[in-house]
């Protein structure tokens, strides 16, 4: 799978819950458009290895897009930050 690019990632935010659209961007330090174990656990510390690996479908070490939205579906990411 190819890495979604950070806009895609944006889009796919907005459209779910529009607070969680920045801590996602922000998180996202590296700008690969992906999130990494350390850069969520900087917008939701409460996160563990294990919850990552949940939501970590393809076990890469990072979070695209379509985790990301898997994930929040699942109830395993918050529906909105604020």
Known sequence: MKPMK???LA???AIMAPGMLWALTE???DGDGMLNLAELQ???PMITEADF???DA???GVLDADEI???RGAGLLPANEG
């Open 58 to 60: 393809n076990a890469d």
């Open 69 to 71: 939205a898997m994930a």
């Open 42 to 44: 900087s917008v939701l």
């Open 27 to 29: 998180a996202d330090t």
């Open 11 to 13: 889009a796919v935010a």
């Open 6 to 8: 950070l806009t895609t």
């Open 53 to 55: 690996a949940k939501m």
